[in-house]
């Protein structure tokens, strides 16, 4: 990604949300031994999924290479950027969005720590069962994305057995809107769940 670029992402996002050179902290380019590998071009870290989208919509049209990163506990180095490439990062999309008890659903951005998911719903007296020695690390978006199973697989189901819909952003920018509150929906094939969950972020956002 060139300079020019760069400086549109910071335009489209703000500027705090893109890091280059020494700004760029050896925790976004190390393996799970702590080892530096290579230093990405830049991290972007959007607060929205309209960022996420001009971002992505960008990287399209410049033939930038992206790598999604989440909490980083994977075991098969799927969020470790090269050198040309540039880390969309998912930290500062956090936040449990919705706990709707009646219909035992919550609704959490991708970047939200599993642990924390854990704990709203259980402040509402109920349980979110997937569960993983590094829940206080890993993201939702993570989880999903690689597919999950965890400690309480065999009761419960993998994470695809846990998800009811996914708000995505494609490559090239488009929002598909996925995003169900409710079980019972029988509209349609259900491509954009199931094609998503477990695509380790080669598909989308
Ligand atoms: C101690 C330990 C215990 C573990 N236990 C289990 C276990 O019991 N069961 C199990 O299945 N796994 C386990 N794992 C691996 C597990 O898959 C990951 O820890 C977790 O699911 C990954 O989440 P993360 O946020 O850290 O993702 P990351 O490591 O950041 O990313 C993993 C992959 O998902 C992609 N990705 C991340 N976020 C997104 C997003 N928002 N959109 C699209 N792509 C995205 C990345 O590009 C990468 O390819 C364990 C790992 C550790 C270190």
Known sequence: MSHGSINR???VLDSS??????AIDERYYHDLAGKALAKPR???RPRTTEQV???LRLCHHEKVSVTTQGGMTGLVRGALPN???VVLSTER???VEEVNTSAGVAIAQAGAPLQRIQERVEQEGHTFPLDLAERGSCTIGGNISTNAGGNRVIRYGMTRDLILGLEVVTADGTVLHGLRKYLKSNTG???KQQLFIGSEGILGW
């Open 53 to 55: 989208s001009d971002f």
């Open 93 to 95: 999309m956090n936040a």
């Open 83 to 85: 050198a040309k490439e």
């Open 42 to 44: 830049a991290v972007v």
């Open 189 to 191: 094939i259900d491509l």
């Open 9 to 11: 992402v910071r335009e």
């Open 17 to 22: 949300s893109v890091l280059t050179g020494a």
